[in-house]
């Protein structure tokens, strides 16, 4: 498949992240650890200049094994899988989303895999920004139980803090559209 986003979505999905998701402070991640830095790529992924930047970017790394469908833990990864879907279905091939909850649902289908999930596809995993990796070994177990096979996990950004080794060494491909050190090596913080 030929590229859909192309070096000069990617360049400007990259600077606006730099210049909009990047804090610097003292901050406590999900994971635990504090950081003197914080991405918060929902500003990016969730604004109408962003979105669709996510999706083309994402299209292009998914195009090796282009799965039936792309998952993520609710909510960081929520526009990116909606994104994948939304811009996917534009060029006429669509990829499903799933969100995948951090607990099953108390009431209704009591589903933690939301979403047109069926036993068989195939699915990549993704996330806005990977530091241990804890959160998507639980997300690809919640995949696996619903009956899909993963392929693949794709990072919107890599705070390069384990996440890649941990994915890997419970057997899965990684890959990851950004570094940290990427985006704030072009921060503009003062």
């Not at 003292?26 to 003197?36: A, E, H, N, T, Y």
């Not at 099953?104 to 596809?121: C, D, L, N, Y």
Request: glycine share 12%; charged share 25%; hydrophobic share 40%.
């Amino acid at each position: 498949m030929t590229s859909i986003a192309g070096t000069d979505a990617r360049e400007e999905l990259r600077t606006l992240l730099a210049e909009n998701s990047v804090m610097h402070g003292d901050f406590v991640l999900s994971s635990g650890k504090k950081s003197k830095y914080y991405i918060d790529a929902r500003l990016v992924t969730l604004s109408g200049r962003g979105s669709p930047l996510v999706g083309k970017v994402f299209l292009d790394a998914l195009s090796a094994v282009w799965p039936d469908a792309v998952a993520g833990l609710t909510i960081g990864a929520d526009p990116i899988v909606s994104a994948i879907a939304t811009v996917s279905g534009l060029y006429g091939t669509p990829i499903d989303g799933l969100l995948v909850r951090k607990q099953a649902k108390e009431h209704g289908g009591r589903r933690r895999v939301e979403g047109p999930a069926r036993a068989g596809i195939t699915v990549a995993v993704v996330e806005d920004v990977v530091t241990t990796g804890a959160s998507i070994l639980d997300v690809i177990r919640a995949v696996e139980e619903a009956g899909c096979r993963v392929t693949g996990v794709y990072a919107l950004i890599d705070r390069d803090e384990g996440g890649r080794e941990a994915i890997e060494g419970a057997g899965h491909a990684y890959h990851s559209i950004f570094s940290a050190s990427e985006l704030l090596s072009s921060d503009h913080a003062v």
